[in-house]
């Protein structure tokens, strides 16, 4: 059986956020464990990679709940910090998904928010893979089974 499609996943794949926080709790104040818990809160997190809220809404409610918890801290600066990253490239694996892509096709497959295409654009990936499937445009998330027939199907490969 012929390879048809390599799915690549975004976060902790493509890209990393492995020190993009560095410096977030000296700049707003707020302590960056407690700024991640808030920020990517299952029940709010998880309702922008289903597509349920726009990126901008759930980063609106982050900013609520920090300014909450944290009414003498900066949540705005926390909130232009957090906006101002975009994570890092991975460029073994950017070498990797090039090699594939000379073969077969290659696609993005992320639990993302409504932002996945300014973010590729904006991380100079645009043209990269020939398929983008973001969770937020079609509400089922990995590691759901539908989230994986969805990304197939979008493809065009029948699961």
Same mark, same amino acid.
């Given at each position: 059986? &012929?390879?048809?499609?390599?799915?690549? =996943? *975004?976060?902790?794949?493509?890209?990393?956020?492995?020190?993009?926080?560095?410096?977030?709790?000296? $700049?707003?104040? +707020?302590?960056? @464990? #407690?700024?991640?818990?808030?920020?990517? =809160?299952?029940?709010? $997190?998880?309702?922008? +990679?289903?597509?349920?809220?726009? =990126?901008?809404?759930?980063? &609106?409610?982050?900013?609520?709940?920090?300014?909450?918890?944290? /009414?003498?801290? @900066? *949540?705005?600066?926390?909130?232009?910090?957090?906006?101002?990253?975009?994570?890092?490239? %991975? !460029?073994? %694996?950017? #070498?990797?998904?090039? #090699?594939?892509? &000379?073969?077969? /096709? %290659?696609?993005?497959?992320?639990?993302?928010?409504?932002?996945?295409?300014?973010? +590729?654009?904006?991380?100079?990936?645009?043209?990269? *893979?020939?398929? %983008?499937?973001? !969770?937020?445009? *079609?509400?089922?998330?990995? /590691?759901? /089974?539908?989230? $994986?027939?969805?990304?197939?199907?979008?493809?065009? +490969?029948?699961?």
């Amino acid at each position: 059986m &012929a390879i048809k499609c390599v799915f690549f =996943d *975004f976060d902790e794949v493509v890209r990393t956020w492995e020190h993009e926080f560095d410096g977030l709790s000296d $700049y707003s104040g +707020i302590p960056l @464990d #407690a700024f991640v818990e808030i920020a990517f =809160d299952p029940s709010g $997190y998880e309702s922008a +990679i289903r597509g349920r809220e726009s =990126d901008e809404s759930w980063r &609106a409610e982050v900013g609520r709940v920090l300014a909450e918890r944290f /009414p003498v801290e @900066d *949540f705005g600066s926390a909130l232009r910090f957090w906006a101002s990253r975009n994570g890092e490239l %991975v !460029t073994d %694996v950017l #070498a990797i998904v090039r #090699a594939c892509k &000379a073969q077969v /096709p %290659v696609a993005l497959f992320s639990n993302a928010t409504s932002t996945l295409n300014q973010e +590729i654009e904006s991380l100079g990936l645009t043209g990269l *893979f020939d398929h %983008v499937v973001n !969770t937020a445009e *079609f509400g089922s998330i990995k /590691p759901e /089974p539908e989230s $994986y027939v969805h990304a197939l199907n979008l493809v065009g +490969i029948d699961a």
